[in-house]
């Protein structure tokens, strides 16, 4: 059985490359502290399990040491120049975007298909699991048919992929790391907390107002937070579940699915996202790119504020039983 160490590997040993190529890279202005930090990142992924609590802990001050502290730049590997690059884009033309679009044809195909294959009695990909096995499959996938097909240099992918992750940097991992904080945000119990007061604020027998503190409070908390995976155990435990689900019978696979959407929007409007909304504004090379509420955002908001009056009325309309 394929299980979510896989995934956990693939991602070690990648960002371990990284590491190995930015310290190598003489030319980097900060090569240590960029080496030094995608090694701990790698170590979280292929020994996290084996590190137990406090190194775990110990392991994640240090990143954020080393983010915080200025310690990680963007190198220059030298991969392909813009002639050989324009060359090799006229000549192939749009059949380029083949191998981006073979990951989420494979994660498709795999969460609806492979999840259901055994092999001897055994499943073939952890079924709970399925979903993000087979993204690695899609992406593993998608590198095998671009070496094939565009047959570059052995490290130009490797050092392509680390201009990339060095243009993102540290905001490469925020989704996890905020995830992360949303877990302990429920293991302590800040979701009671939030309930206790929603009780009392929130009118039982007004089915609008309880939709609506569920989809905006998701999206104020991801603001806030800037992460809607970290904003999901928070609200649902808080209104969600008990007064969603269990005082109003509503449906909680659609509470979930609207509530992580509702979440997203938030995501759209807060420069705490920044893998979402400094990045792009970043690698655009944005004028206003440093600015609290940079371009991108700007861009974003009307969109947000129409797709979460849209996810309260469809919480409204379709998770909740008819009256």
Known sequence: MISLRFAYALAGVLFAAFALLSGADREHPKRIGTGLFWALIALSFLAGDHLGDLGNGVLVIAIALLAGGGAIGRGAPKTTGPDERRERSDKRGDWLFVPALIVPAVALVGSLLLKDVTIHGAPLLEPKQATILSLALGVVTALFVAVLWLRPRPLVPLEEGRRL???????????QALSALGGVFAAAGVGKAVFALAEGAIPEDNRLAVVSAYTFGMAILTVIMGNGFAAFPTMTAAIGL????QRLHGDPVIMAAIGMLSGFCGTLMTPMAANFNVVPASLLELPDRDAPLNGVIRAQIPTALLLLLANTLLMYFLALPAR
């Not at 008990?242 to 689900?245: A, G, K």
């Open 165 to 175: 992750i060095d243009s993102i940097g540290w905001a490469a991992i925020l989704p």
């Open 242 to 245: 008990p007064l969603i689900v």
